[in-house]
């Protein structure tokens, strides 16, 4: 039987990418990626988000999200999308 890998989380991922920013002193940009990180775990209520879930579909609601929700700005979302 094989074995099925559990899920890549997103988020994990993120938070050992901005440890690591931290951790070379790069404060700048572990503080822009922090605060993106924090308008996406509010959109996602705090649960998990698999790479698996990082699809066009998924995306799309997001920016919209970003767009009638909080009311950025085009430069804000595209500066929020990049992290993905």
């Known amino acids: 039987m094989a074995r099925v ?10 938070e050992n990418y901005l440890a690591e ?3 070379k002193g790069k404060m700048g ?3 822009k ?16 988000l698999s790479f698996d879930e990082l699809d066009l579909i998924f995306l799309k ?10 009311h950025n700005c085009t430069n804000t979302i595209h500066g929020n999308l990049k992290i993905f």
Do not use: C, G, M, Q
């Open 5 to 14: 890998k559990d899920p890549v989380s997103f988020i994990k991922y993120a």
């Open 21 to 23: 920013l931290k951790r």
């Open 29 to 31: 940009t572990h503080n």
């Open 33 to 48: 990626t922090n605060a993106t990180l924090l308008k996406l775990k509010i959109y996602l209520n705090n649960a998990d």
């Open 61 to 70: 609601a997001y920016e919209r999200y970003l767009r009638e929700t909080l």
